[in-house]
């Protein structure tokens, strides 16, 4: 019972997820879903490998003994940790930046205050993060670091500006974004990633989208998918489509979403932006899943601004995840009766099925008995015809062979009775004209006799042939390429051909064969040994010689 119930819970779900979720979302973009549900699947495998290369910086940090030594590899695992746990992170920059006031190294102590800063803003402190930057003399910061000094400040008001929306001070946070974004552009020497982002940034600002949307498209491209700088690209070519109304802003969310999942980077707003459109969409169970992992994220980060952000979406989708739930159960319950009632009939079905099964079983045992006669009968009238279609395809081939060699023969008997007579008379003149040499010269001659024998075997070659007319071809099957008998221009059979044709014909007896081809025993052993040791099959050659077929 406990499995029916899983199955009927499993059921409902699926069903209540088509009807919620069927008609949010582009439907080109299903394998992108499906990618980005993927991601979050593994998403702790991410974090595994981020952890295992941190663990890999610690050991060598404990092995270095030179401050600067000390102080790349602190600041490499800040970079490691920046987006991914702020706590680590901000341990690792206050070491660096404990180092660089006590070696009285300016540079890096105001590299160390910067990215501090922008650590501290990310985790929504702002206003220490703007202590941090007051204390930096800007027009003592080395060129290096201005474009990073610059950006700073202005994406503090702009985590300002997120966190104040829909307040008064939100224009104040937009013309301090807009100065500080300006100051980044006249740099010539801007690092390519932040001149990017700014540059489109500013395009997005003065409004012209369609350029903002080609820049970001060119320079994505340049990315590494999986890194920071890939997510934020992608989600600001988003937030370009999302203001022209472009259909393409769903699909780049969900780029950066899925590269800020593989790059372990916590602190995100493309999830959360991401569920919210799905709410919007009807989509509450994605909604809800995207939601879930975006408020983890932002615990794991310890971000105060990303998580009051997912925290003021998350009541109004678990309210609409918590209706579609009691929806489900009510939807169960009305399958369980469904279903229920279906049941009854069923077993009231399988009890007459199985009554009928039996009666069915045994006139299937009487049919399978009778079965077994009418195979055994059938056998037997097929092996009966078998028989009676080899006896009569002898009869018509042996009728086929007397008629053709009786007319043949009894047309060569007349022949060689005509022929005798004239050879009579011609003997008899000779005698009796007393041509003693002549008659000596004529009885001493064989051409009669050989004329005879060839118009003999032409008869017999030409008879045979009528009846079998593929057996040169059907006999040369039988033996090697090499091993194959050629015939001569006009030449109809030789003499081995006539031993086996005369073997085809029933006469196996070499001593008659030998006499009706007037050669000896001797020479008809040869033919027939030499071939059959050399055929293809010289167990049974002789056997597959009387297979050749007639016409």
């Not at 190294?105 to 922008?118: F, G």
Request: with cysteine; hydrophobic share 40%.
């Amino acid at each position: 019972m406990t499995y029916i119930w899983q199955c009927l819970m499993c059921l409902v779900v699926g069903l209540s997820l088509q009807s919620c979720g069927g008609n949010g979302g582009v439907s080109g973009d299903a394998d992108l879903f499906e990618r980005l549900d993927e991601a979050i699947e593994n998403s702790v495998a991410y974090d595994e490998q981020k952890i295992s290369r941190i663990d890999s910086l610690r050991q060598l940090l404990s092995v270095v003994d030179t401050p600067e030594g000390q102080f790349e590899l602190n600041r490499r695992l800040f970079l490691e940790y920046e987006s991914f746990v702020c706590d680590s992170a901000m341990h690792y920059i206050n070491a660096n930046i404990d180092y660089a006031r006590r070696a009285g190294d300016n540079e890096r102590l105001m590299l160390s205050l910067v990215e501090k800063a922008d650590l501290v803003a990310k985790a929504g402190i702002f206003t220490e993060a703007l202590n941090i930057l007051t204390e930096i003399d800007a027009s003592a910061l080395p060129d290096s670091l201005r474009d990073n000094y610059y950006q700073t400040c202005g994406t503090t008001y702009q985590y300002m500006n997120e966190y104040a929306e829909g307040s008064e001070y939100v224009d104040g946070y937009n013309i301090k974004i807009a100065a500080y974004r300006d100051s980044v552009l006249r740099m010539s020497d801007a690092d390519p990633f932040i001149y990017d982002t700014e540059y489109g940034s500013w395009l997005i600002g003065q409004g012209k989208l369609d350029e903002a949307i080609v820049f970001f498209t060119d320079k994505l491209v340049n990315y590494q998918f999986g890194t920071r700088e890939y997510s934020v690209v992608a989600s600001l070519l988003a937030y370009a489509y999302q203001l022209s109304g472009g259909e393409q802003y769903e699909h780049y969310l969900v780029l950066s979403a899925i590269s800020d999942i593989q790059g372990s980077v916590k602190e995100n707003l493309a999830l959360r932006s991401l569920a919210e459109l799905r709410f919007e969409n009807g989509d509450v169970p994605h909604a809800y899943h995207y939601l879930k992992k975006s408020m983890e994220d932002a615990n794991y980060f310890s971000a105060r601004m990303r998580k009051n952000q997912s925290a003021n979406a998350l009541p109004l989708v678990i309210q609409s995840y918590e209706a579609m739930q009691k929806q489900m159960q009510s939807q169960l319950k009305t399958y369980i009766i469904v279903i229920s009632a279906l049941v009854v009939g069923l077993v009231v079905a399988v009890l007459f099925i199985v009554k009928q099964l039996k009666t069915v079983s045994r006139s299937l045992r009487y049919v399978s008995v009778t079965k077994d006669k009418l195979l055994k009968l059938n056998e037997e009238l097929q092996q009966a015809n078998a028989t009676l279609k080899q006896i009569n395809t002898a009869l018509i081939e042996s009728s086929c062979i007397k008629e053709e060699y009786i007319g043949k023969f009894m047309e060569l008997c007349s022949k060689y009775i005509s022929t005798l007579e004239q050879y009579r008379k011609m003997l008899y003149q000779q005698a009796a004209s007393g041509r003693a040499e002549e008659l000596h010269k004529s009885l001493r001659s064989t051409s009669i006799v050989n004329e005879t024998l060839k118009e003999f075997y032409s008869a017999f070659d030409t008879a045979f042939l009528n009846i079998f007319p593929d057996f040169v071809e059907r006999f040369n099957d039988l033996l090697p390429q090499d091993d194959r008998i050629q015939l001569k221009e006009g030449e109809k059979l030789n003499t081995e051909l006539r031993v086996f044709a005369l073997i085809r014909l029933g006469i196996t007896d070499s001593a008659k064969i030998a006499g009706f081809l007037r050669c000896s025993i001797t020479t008809i052993y040869t033919y027939r040994s030499k071939r059959k040791k050399r055929s293809l099959c010289p167990v049974d050659f002789d056997d597959q010689v009387m297979k050749i077929a007639s016409f």
